[in-house]
């Protein structure tokens, strides 16, 4: 059940940029080709999606008002949405920080915030949906940047999307506190990226 909505912005439910988000903007400058059109899905604040709207087409989702609402004064092209849901076309660049942390029924706070952190028991629930669902706006070499955590079980990121049919590879990482962040670029089977685990 999602949090009720009184249409009255609050910044404190609103994820603000950190390592993780400053970790995928440098993975997505170095990715973004010219001509790209990019999908941000989950963008918060509209950092990632600001810093990148100057190099290519983009539109970013995401399922909280307050965030949508923060984005929009970035300047950036944003629908309210769930993950994808109800975007038509094909991108060729999908970037996604996920909500990754393990989080039990007894930590939830059941407020708006709570959609950029909880990731499930394990970490895992909202990027396994992403990895059954990308696909439908995923153009045919298209390529999705994912960050993902040590706390979430990277090997275990890696087997949901060779399970989908995806290459997998990092292409980012960095130790941060007592977690490693990594960023992976997946592409469709097809597009031939061997699977490598490190750089």
């Known amino acids: 059940m999602k949090p009720d909505w009184n249409g009255i912005y609050d910044p404190e439910q609103v994820y603000c940029p950190e390592a993780d988000t400053y970790l995928l903007l440098e993975a997505a400058l170095k990715e973004i080709r010219p001509g790209d059109r990019v999908l941000e899905i ?3 604040s509209g950092y990632i ?4 709207k100057e190099l290519a087409d983009i539109i970013a989702t995401d399922i909280n008002p307050h965030a949508v609402y923060a984005a929009k004064q970035k300047g950036v092209e944003v629908v309210r949405s769930d993950l994808a849901n109800g975007l038509r076309g094909l991108f060729d660049l999908v970037i996604f920080n996920p909500p990754y942390l393990p989080t039990c029924d007894e930590e939830k706070i059941d407020d708006w915030l709570e959609y950029a952190l909880d990731g499930g028991m394990d970490g895992r629930v909202v990027i396994e949906r992403f990895a059954k669902e990308v696909g439908r706006v995923l153009a045919p070499k298209g390529r999705v940047l994912l960050l993902i955590s040590s706390l979430t079980g990277i090997d275990a990121i890696f087997d949901i999307f060779e399970g989908a049919g995806y290459g997998v590879k990092i292409v980012e990482r960095r130790q941060v506190f007592d977690e490693e962040l990594v960023v992976i670029r997946c592409r469709g089977a097809h597009q ?3 699977n490598m685990k490190i750089i």
């Open 42 to 44: 989950g963008t918060g």
């Open 49 to 52: 999606a600001a810093g990148l």
């Open 192 to 194: 031939s990226e061997k």
